[in-house]
């Protein structure tokens, strides 16, 4: 029986701007789908702990900012809680611990209006308050995946059960958030000299 003819492999693809089209369509101009995005408010209403602004930039290796990049974050509440049922304990109702934003098309600044995290316990491990970030951009075939703590939880950070396992101290800082008044603001370097650490998931 004959073999049937190979075909050529197709274009890859990368996110694209086609991420923002599916993911936030009201910020590309397509109101008739959602009345509001998902992720776009994490406080729904009078929410436990600390607000706080998370702003960043990424760059690339040539140490221009991404204009193009979508970034999503998972975190605790003031509490060290998750909202998921997994956790097994009660969340802050008024929190939903999950943020979606894209990058200013000018600036490529994103910023999240959010609750300071708890520290969060799991199987008998404290780890210092921080917010997991997932980001996609053109270019990026895999989003990559990182954490950002704040640089005001120095006794934490040091004995975070994560960041005292990176050898190269050197590297922690690039997942250190700087305060400023109330809000922290960090850097995130896809190439380079202070390339972020990124998770291999």
């Known amino acids: 029986m004959p073999y049937a003819p190979k075909l050529k492999e197709s274009a890859s693809q990368t996110a694209g701007p086609y991420v923002h089209i599916g993911c936030m369509p009201n910020t590309t101009g397509i109101h008739t789908i959602f009345d509001t995005d998902l992720g776009s408010t994490m406080i729904t209403g009078d929410a436990k702990g600390e607000r706080v602004n998370i702003e960043a930039v990424i760059f690339d290796g040539s140490g221009t900012p991404v204009k193009d990049a979508m970034v999503e974050i998972w975190q605790a509440d003031a509490n ?33 209006e959010t609750i300071k995290p708890g520290a969060v316990s799991v199987d008998g ?35 975070d059960p994560f960041l005292s396992r990176i050898e190269l101290k050197s590297r922690v800082p690039t997942l250190i958030a700087k305060r400023d008044g109330n809000t922290y603001r ?16």
């Open 186 to 201: 960090h850097e995130i370097h896809l190439q380079g000299p202070d390339e972020t650490i990124f998770f291999d998931l």
């Open 80 to 112: 060290g809680v998750f909202p998921s049922p997994e956790d097994g304990r009660e969340a802050d109702p008024h929190f939903t611990g999950f943020g979606r934003q894209h990058a200013d098309h000018d600036t490529g600044v994103f910023k999240f």
């Open 125 to 159: 491990k404290t780890y210092a308050p921080h917010v997991l970030m997932w980001i996609a951009a053109r270019g990026i075939n895999l989003a990559l995946a990182t954490r950002v703590y704040f640089d005001d939880e120095t006794d934490a950070n040091e004995a």
